[in-house]
């Protein structure tokens, strides 16, 4: 089933609450590592998140910021080569870069 814009959003904002109270943090204290008013905090858990920097800066504050990178993941590889493309690139990305050796005597 789909579900609409403000449904989403009030899913998020349930999730943002079970997220704080597992943590054991209170919607002040969270409020305020988050940089944002306490009434501000308690709507977005109330009706989910109403711009995406708070999104952001909530996820931040409840340490869950990676899964944010993963709301929009690629599209499938339409062939092998070009997945065989993307492993390179993730691969190139991961290795870590030195700095070129000294020659002796330098």
Avoid: N
């Avoid at 904002?13 to 054991?24: F, K, T």
């Avoid at 599209?75 to 700095?99: F, I, N, V, Y």
């Amino acid at each position: 089933m789909l579900k609409t814009s403000e449904e989403l959003r009030q899913d998020l904002g349930q999730a943002i609450r079970a997220r704080r109270l597992g943590q054991r943090l209170s919607q002040e204290e969270a409020a305020k590592r988050a940089g944002m008013s306490l009434s501000t905090w308690r709507r977005m858990e109330a009706y989910g998140p109403s711009s995406v920097e708070h999104l952001v800066d909530a996820a931040i504050t409840l340490r869950c910021e990676e899964g944010l990178s993963q709301l929009f993941p690629p599209p499938a590889a339409s062939s092998l080569d070009e997945l065989l493309q993307r492993q390179a690139a993730m691969a190139d990305r991961k290795m870590p870069k030195r700095a070129p050796r000294r020659k002796a005597g330098s």
